[in-house]
């Protein structure tokens, strides 16, 4: 059976490995990503790590990467975890140090590849993938196909505007959907409430807002579950503004099969319910009547996976 | 040479034509739509209007219906124009009563399909189309195709949530591109600024409230190209939120080509540039260097003719 090198590079990881025809993990490794973040760094580490599955003999190479990145032209424009990339012909100086074809996308549309295979959406022509985590990664599928758009930039899910004088965003827009409904989205959600004095004194959520990111989500998420009126109510704005945001791709789109991913998931029990009823009232009941929404399924693997199903094509 | 009949059904009006392969309107012919709204009484006024037509022997017959249509099962489930009908099997009712195949669309993806064919989008594959009317209608072309999404109703970009907590939209939603980006858009923003005492003494445009839409549009545009500072503002804020809500339909899809039709579009002038300038503050660089606005270029006859493509096909 032929084998491919799937590879997804995050802002913290790179993950690798190799998988056969079936969707099989032959073998895989994560590593950290190490400090030195420049082109040559990542190029370099990316081939050391895959060097073992070498004499394997695979027979393509696919690679997920985070940011704006061109399939057609094998480029990444930029990425926000690698600030110093600049149209980074990342394609063209993997090919030269390897035998075999070599192939990128976007990572949360590699993720979204991977569901559609193997996942989620395995029965499932046409979905809407979002991953829910610092951010928001989207992903387009039609016909089992990733949808790139006119220039590759398509899924850019998380950029919908949902409050035209909202927070700013890191994207220079205000009140995208990921200023919401993101662990960052959670961050000002609390910290607006307490600025607007809705919090009563509830020290717990108060010092929430030194800590990193993960961390409060897990405390709030505990704090909602252990009967805190308040985190529930924060989890509940989270779920109102993922609802609008659905809403919005859904009317505009028409796709109504949505995948949701991202460490944001374990506390679904928490928010889905108010996205729903949000979505709810925001599209047609012909519309509303068709919309499944879907957890994610492949975990941890899911961009290897996508990428290698990349690769193979 | 073979020969369509296209048809236009509108809130008002109905066109009707019969159309060549090469795309020539042989002839045509526009009625209003008479009192009696009925589904029986609009399939009379049709089967009235084409009969015409028959004797040249068209091969098809392709119908645009304003509303939430299902092309796959000739259905319209509901329209606003037509709040009587209800699962209305247009298309096999016509079907009894023609020797000839019958196919229908929603009324903007088969103005958008007109464009693709002979208009503003003949030299694009994938492209966005919004009309700016009393509403906003939206399609979206992929592939020179119209793109339905799962089970039809694609396109409602004029309900995508701009403004979370903003105006009711009669849709049921809120803040919906549509309530600021339309005539009625204008009405809205007009009487916001009344009411927040932004306007000063100004009668003409105190007096626009009562106007019919169409009348405070024409108002509108001859007091801003005459100086008004304020009707100026109004279009300003009309163009800020279409920018807005352009920005949100393309990062989530991609699709970077964009069509304005719709008889707004005659005020262009007064808000185009407003709407270019927030677009690209509210998208990625690398996106806002690809996007393209044309303005449709086929007018009226435009639902004619993506009628008589569907039927084509």
Redesign the interface.
């Known amino acids: 059976m032929k084998k491919v090198i799937g590879i997804d590079l995050g802002g913290t990881y790179l993950r690798h490995g190799l998988v056969d025809e079936s969707g099989n993990i032959l073998h895989q490794a994560k590593e950290v990503v190490r400090k030195e973040r420049s082109e040559t760094a990542i190029i370099k580490q990316i081939f050391n790590g895959i060097q073992p599955y070498l004499k394997e003999k695979p027979v393509a190479l696919g690679l997920g990467v985070p940011g704006?990145v061109s399939t057609e032209k094998g480029i990444v424009?930029?990425s926000p975890h690698y600030p110093d990339w600049n149209n980074f012909s990342i394609t063209h100086l993997l090919q030269n140090e390897l035998p075999i074809p070599v192939v990128i996308d976007n990572d949360a549309n590699l993720v979204a590849l991977g569901e559609s295979w193997l996942g989620a959406g395995r029965d499932w022509d046409?979905f809407i993938l979002l991953t829910l985590g610092t951010g928001i990664g989207?992903a387009?599928i039609?016909d089992r196909k990733i949808?790139?758009?006119?220039?590759?930039?398509?899924?850019?899910?998380g950029?919908?505007?949902?409050?035209?004088?909202?927070p700013l965003c890191p994207?220079?827009?205000?009140g995208c959907l990921e200023v919401f409904a993101s662990a960052s989205g959670l961050k000002r959600i609390l910290a607006a409430m307490i600025e607007d004095g809705e919090l009563p004194q509830n020290q717990a959520l108060e010092d929430l807002q030194g800590a990193p990111n993960h961390e409060q989500v897990r405390e709030l998420s505990e704090l909602a579950r252990k009967g805190s009126g308040t985190a529930a109510e924060i989890w509940r704005q989270f779920g109102?503004?993922l609802g609008?945001g659905l809403?919005?791709?859904i009317?505009?789109?028409?796709?109504?099969?949505i995948i949701l991913g991202g460490g944001l998931m374990g506390a679904q029990d928490l928010f889905l319910d108010a996205a729903k009823k949000e979505l709810g009232?925001?599209?047609?009941q012909?519309?509303a009547l068709?919309v499944e929404i879907r957890k994610a399924q492949l975990g941890d693997p899911a961009g290897i996976l996508g990428a290698s199903r990349l690769a193979f094509r």
């Open positions: 704006i424009y930029s046409s989207g387009i039609i949808f790139h758009g006119t220039n590759g930039f398509a899924g850019e899910i950029h919908m505007v949902l409050s035209a004088e909202g994207c220079g827009s205000r109102y503004y609008i809403a919005s791709i009317n505009a789109t028409g796709i109504q099969k009232q925001r599209t047609y012909q519309t068709g």
